[in-house]
């Protein structure tokens, strides 16, 4: 995970003191349905007058508030707020009872240079949501290690592991999806990609996970 030696709390207040440097936060949530325990939906958000493209992912404009508090000895609590008219996240809340234990990945970019990847790029989990009227708070505390897989990725036979049209994708075309299989109807190989398979068809199990 990109982190250079900084955290995002000192990205903020770096941001605060200079003008220089085009710092954008970003926020990806994965909602969590807190009564089947599965991430059902992942928002794309920027703090932004307009979208970012990042990492080929596109983060909507949605303003929103990243706010630090210091205690002694302790993590700086962060909270994420905003203002949501158009209900992007309340409605989310709302549907899945607050959706605690949601992870979001806060990720820090500089815009006048998004190439060079991610300033800093950290995970959190939802610990506590509140609304009144249209503001929403979000509280976000250490993400849980117990609700990381581990090892952290599956090498699979027959299904591609990376995200249709991601980078390690690779694919370009017009087709504008993918079974996510190798020699499906609408695999790899029938998008002339298979050079790019993320699945691992030598293998002769199930399933092979590695960290």
């Given amino acids: ?9 000192t990205i903020l207040e770096k941001n605060k003191l200079t003008s220089g440097v085009a710092f954008v936060v970003l926020a990806k949530l994965e909602i969590l349905n807190t009564a089947t325990q599965t991430f ?12 970012v493209v990042f990492g080929g992912q596109t983060y909507i404009a949605f303003p929103f508030r990243i706010d630090l508090r210091y205690e002694a000895g302790a993590v ?15 409605g989310k809340l709302n549907t899945y009872a607050g959706a605690t234990g949601s992870r979001v990945t806060i ?11 991610a ?12 609304a009144s009227e249209w503001v929403i708070s979000i509280r976000l505390g250490a ?5 990381r ?7 699979m036979k027959d299904r591609c592991s990376w995200k249709y049209k991601s980078a390690e994708c690779g694919y370009t075309g017009s087709m504008p999806t993918c079974d996510l299989s190798l020699q499906g109807a609408n695999g790899c190989a029938a998008h002339n990609n298979t050079i790019n398979f993320g699945g691992f068809p030598g293998i002769q199990n199930r399933g092979i996970r590695y960290g």
């Fill in 1 to 9: 995970m990109p982190n250079r030696g900084i955290s995002v709390s």
């Fill in 107 to 117: 990720i820090i970019v500089n815009t006048a240079n998004l190439a060079q990847g």
């Fill in 143 to 147: 993400e849980s290690p117990l609700a």
């Fill in 119 to 130: 300033e800093v790029e950290e995970v959190f989990e939802v610990i506590g949501t509140s």
């Fill in 40 to 51: 059902v939906e992942t928002l794309y958000l920027a703090n932004n007058t307009e979208n």
């Fill in 76 to 90: 700086p609590e962060i909270t994420m707020s905003a203002t949501d008219f158009q209900s992007v996240l309340l």
């Fill in 149 to 155: 897989q581990f090892p952290a990725r599956t090498q």
